[in-house]
Each structure stands twice: as structure tokens, then as C-alpha cells.
């Protein structure tokens, strides 16, 4: 337990309060973190489906199933879009043309380039790979990248 907090700085811990508005103490952020440490028992960084439900009060909550569904569905439409020609496969050109799409002049294409070489090769990937959904979802899970989701509650 107190090596998943030591993976917690202080730089960390500030920049979640400042994002939720200063919403969670210190004390709680930290025991977010080691909550979410336990349930990523497969060290992805990030919290599968199966190890979302091993949570007893989510895995008795009637909406659980929806919400992994739309967790599910989200991550295939994010492929569908880099899957430009409908192959069922997505190449380093795909992803280059949709991260072109994303970032426009901010950044050369030399830059664009070398991020998309660097985030598959951190992902064991090359340029010639050809990746399908579940290479795509690896990717996903370990660059870093992040998907936000915000769901309004009336």
C-alpha cells in the first residue's frame, strides 16, 4: 500500500485538486489512488472492465453492465475513427492523418512524426504494424493518453 502512494507526488496530488476545483483533500486523493492501485491488479494503468465489476458494490449495481457497455463502445468508435478506410485495421498513416486532424499547425509534421513513433514504440509497435482493436485498446493503455468522460447527473 505504501508503495502506491510513494508513485503519488505532491506535483500529482496538487494538479487533481486544482482539476476538481479543490473538491478532494490530500488525504483523499491518496486513498483514490491506492484504491485504484488495488483494483489495477494487471498494473495497465487504467481499470479493465472485469476488474471494475470485482467491485462488489458496482458488481450488484443493475447499471454496471451499461456503463462498461458504453466504456466498451466508446473505445471501438475511437478505432472506427482511426480506421479511415474501414479495414479493420488501423496503420501509422491513419493515425497520422487523424492526429494531423487533431493538432492542425500547432505542431510540424516532424513533430506529429516522431510523437506517433515514440507512443508505439513505448507500446512495442513499429510504423509497419498493422494494428486491430486489441493492439489499438494496448496503445490506448499505455501511452499515457487520456479519455474523459463526463456524465451530467440532473
Known sequence: MGNASSMLTQYDIEEVQQHCNHAFSQQEIVSLYERFCQLDRNNGGFISAEEFLSVPEFAVNPLSQVLTLIYQCMLVFIFKVYDSDG????????????????????????????VLTDVLDEAGYTKDSLMILSDFVKILGNSGLKIEVEVPVD
Not at 479495414?87 to 513533430?111: A, H, P, Y
Request: cysteine-free; proline content about 0%; aromatic content about 8%.
Open 87 to 114: 479495414n479493420g485495421k488501423v496503420t501509422f498513416t491513419d493515425m497520422l492523418d487523424v492526429l494531423r486532424d487533431l493538432t492542425g499547425t500547432f505542431i510540424s509534421e516532424k513533430q506529429r512524426e516522431q
